[in-house]
């Protein structure tokens, strides 16, 4: 039997990692359970350290980084994906004027590994292989 691949972009990373109803179901639903492959974009890594930082938490991202290292495969930015992402950017701001760059990047990753990408984040709205929970 074949795992299926999700992608948590840093909505569901932070859930988890907070400990929240939202991160309990994911965790329940694809950190716990056999049958998933959890993959994460290495700008998702960049997005929490960058939060943890802004809420006054440095000395945290150590750790954290590390947990999601642990719990998930990182899938590093290549020039290839670098330039679906822009195209995807440019699309997804068609729906959602706030679609940045690290959301192509992160969509354009997920869709490279076959994996689902596991968000709440409006730009997504619409994409078929994105899903909150």
Do not use: C
């Not at 795992?3 to 840093?10: E, G, H, I, R």
């Not at 932070?14 to 290495?42: C, I």
């Not at 809420?55 to 945290?60: F, L, T």
């Not at 590994?113 to 984040?121: H, M």
């Amino acid at each position: 039997m074949t795992a299926s691949k999700v992608l948590f972009d840093t909505w569901a990373w932070w859930e988890v990692l907070q400990g929240s109803a939202d991160g309990a179901a994911l965790r329940r639903r694809y950190l716990d359970e056999r049958g998933f492959h959890v993959l994460t974009a290495a700008i998702t890594l960049g997005e929490l350290s960058a939060k943890l930082s802004s809420e006054g938490a440095p000395d945290s991202v150590p750790l954290t980084i590390s947990s999601v290292r642990n719990a998930s495969m990182i899938v590093d930015l290549t020039g290839e994906l670098a330039v679906e992402a822009g195209l995807l950017r440019t699309r997804l701001r068609k729906r959602a004027k706030s679609a940045s760059l690290a959301d192509g990047i992160v969509l354009a990753t997920a869709r490279q590994q076959g994996a689902r990408l596991i968000s709440v984040d409006r730009a997504f709205a619409g994409e078929p292989d994105v899903s909150s929970r």
